[in-house]
C-alpha cells in the first residue's frame, strides 16, 4: 500500500517549451502532496506544498509563475515547469501525505528533466 | 528554525559488516523522526520512523531509536548486504520535513 506514481519518470525537452509531470497517489487519497527537487548527490529541496483545492504554497526563492502546481483532486497533482531553461534541469520527486497523517509521507519514483 | 544533521559519506563497508550512520536533530519542539532511503535513480523510500522518545523503527534488519537526551536517530544494521547499497537520508517533521544531506553507503562483496 502507500504508493505514489510520477509520470514522466523522464523528460527531454528544448529551452523555452513547457513540461508537466503529474503526481498520483494510486491506493490512497491526499489532500496534501509536495514537490521536491533534487541535485545530483543532494538533498530534496522543498519547492511547494500542494493542496486539493486551494493554491499551493510556495517556498521561499521558488517562482510561483515559473512552476505552476496544481491540485485538482485528492489523488493527482502535477508540476508544470513553464518555458524551461537548461538550469531547470534536475530530478524532481513529489510525494503525498495520506488522509488522516499528519507527519509521513509517500514519495515518488521522481522525473529526471533535461532541457536542452 | 528546525534542522537534520547526518554524518557525511561515502560510508564503504563490506558485506556483513555493521552499519551505524548518525543523525541528530534541532528542533523547537519533538518532530517525527524519519528514515529514507534512496537507491539510484528512484525517489525515495520510507525505511522507519518513530514518532516519540524511546520508540524504536525497524524494518529490514535496520533499526534506529529515538533518543530526546541526545537529540538523535542513529540508524543501526547488524549485518549489511550489497543489496543495502543506497543514499539514506534522515529527516524530522514537525509540519514540514527537514532531510538531512543525505549519507551513501556502498556495501562490498
Known amino acids: 500500500g502507500a504508493v505514489v506514481s510520477q509520470h514522466p519518470s523522464w523528460v527531454i525537452c528544448k529551452s523555452g517549451t513547457s513540461v508537466k509531470i503529474e503526481c498520483r497517489s494510486l491506493d490512497f487519497q491526499a489532500t496534501t502532496m509536495f514537490w521536491y527537487r533534487q541535485f545530483p548527490k543532494q538533498s530534496l529541496m522543498l519547492m511547494a506544498t500542494?493542496?486539493?483545492?486551494?493554491?499551493?504554497?510556495?517556498e521561499q526563492g521558488v517562482e510561483k509563475d515559473k512552476f505552476l502546481i496544481n491540485h485538482a483532486s485528492l489523488t493527482l497533482s502535477t508540476l508544470t515547469v513553464t518555458s524551461a531553461h537548461p538550469e531547470d534541469s534536475s530530478f524532481y520527486i513529489c510525494?503525498?501525505?495520506?488522509?488522516?497523517?499528519?507527519?509521513?509521507?509517500?514519495f515518488g519514483p521522481g522525473t529526471r528533466l533535461t532541457v536542452l | 528554525g528546525n534542522s537534520v544533521t547526518q554524518m557525511e559519506g561515502p560510508v564503504t563497508l563490506s558485506e556483513e559488516a555493521f552499519l551505524t550512520i548518525n543523525c541528530t536533530y534541532t528542533?523547537?519542539?519533538?518532530?517525527?523522526l524519519f528514515w529514507y532511503v534512496q537507491y539510484p535513480g528512484e525517489g525515495l523510500q520510507l525505511l522507519l520512523k518513530a514518532t516519540k522518545a524511546d520508540d524504536k523503527g525497524s524494518n529490514k534488519g535496520f533499526e534506529a531509536t529515538y533518543r530526546k537526551e541526545t537529540t538523535s536517530f542513529h540508524l543501526e544494521k547488524g549485518s549489511v548486504q550489497v543489496s543495502d547499497s543506497a543514499v539514506y537520508f534522515c529527516a524530522g517533521v514537525i509540519q514540514k520535513v527537514t532531510f538531512g544531506t543525505g549519507t551513501k553507503l556502498q556495501v562490498i562483496p
Open positions: 528542533a523547537t519542539g519533538y518532530p517525527s
Open positions: 510525494s503525498a501525505l495520506p488522509l488522516g497523517s499528519t507527519d509521513t509521507q509517500y
Open positions: 500542494s493542496n486539493e483545492g486551494s493554491k499551493a504554497t510556495y
